[in-house]
């Protein structure tokens, strides 16, 4: 069974620019959500998708955007990039159905992540 | 503020010996799930083990089995037979009620020394 796969896994951008990440969950994963970890601020949640719809939504600027498509599969976008937003983002994807009993339906599987640097 | 907090940036342990990483949290949510999430340095984060808040039983995954105190907010990680493998950064995190949203603290590193 493939893993969450992220593209590309380094890149490396000027400011003003933007950037689209792109995530495929496992198969069956119907949920995707996207973090940004960097060494000051840690982990901190960006989005989650599910069937095409975003459900929640972190503390981040309008420049940071996503989408899901039919297929689950996920793609994130920053607009008019700023030295800040250099960081490593990872994308995980879940079952995405109920979050209560022992169905572990909102267990996280990360995949590698996208190396964003801003020059 | 809704808080998952690491108090110990780095540890290490000996191998074949037993280290207990600490997680504390602010909540007050009566249901949600606590997770201890496991990043080695090839950087792709790992379940550990996973905790459901209403459940009394500590959960336990071989090697590993945490602590848990829901009065007292904690969430402790205990390793039990070190391996070289377990060197990592260890993230201890919470979702909110109902939701998929994670709360991570900032990561405990752990090293193994053979």
């Known amino acids: 069974k493939a893993g969450v796969t992220q593209t590309p896994r380094y890149l490396i951008k000027t400011r003003g620019q933007q950037v689209t990440l792109s995530c495929s969950p496992i198969s069956g994963h119907r949920s995707v959500s996207w973090y940004q970890q960097t060494p000051g601020q840690g982990l901190q949640f960006l989005f989650e998708?599910?069937?095409?719809?975003?459900?929640n939504k972190g503390n981040f600027p309008g420049r940071f955007s996503g989408r899901q498509f039919s297929n689950s599969r996920s793609e994130m976008n920053v607009s008019t990039l700023e030295l800040g937003d250099s960081a490593l983002y990872l994308c995980?994807?879940?079952?995405?159905?109920?979050?209560?009993?022992?169905?572990?339906?909102?267990?996280?599987?990360f995949g590698a992540g996208s190396r964003l640097t801003v020059l | 503020a809704q808080t998952v907090t690491q108090s110990q940036p780095e540890m290490s342990v000996q191998e074949a010996e037993t280290v207990t990483l600490s997680c504390t949290y602010d909540?007050?949510?009566?249901?949600?799930?606590l997770f201890w999430y496991k990043q080695p340095p090839s950087r792709q984060m790992i379940l550990v083990i996973r905790?459901?808040?209403?459940?009394?039983q500590n959960a336990t995954e071989n090697r590993f089995s945490v602590n848990f105190q829901k009065a007292a907010k904690s969430f402790s990680l205990k390793i039990s037979d070190s391996q070289l493998g377990d060197t990592a950064m260890y993230f201890c995190a919470r979702t909110t009620s109902g939701t998929y949203k994670y709360i991570f603290g900032t990561g405990t590193r752990l090293k193994v020394l053979a």
């Open positions: 905790q459901e808040a209403y459940k009394q």
């Open positions: 998708y599910f069937s095409e719809t975003q459900r």
């Open positions: 909540t007050s949510e009566n249901n949600y799930y």
């Open positions: 995980a994807s879940s079952l995405g159905g109920s979050t209560g009993g022992s169905s572990g339906a909102n267990v996280l599987t």
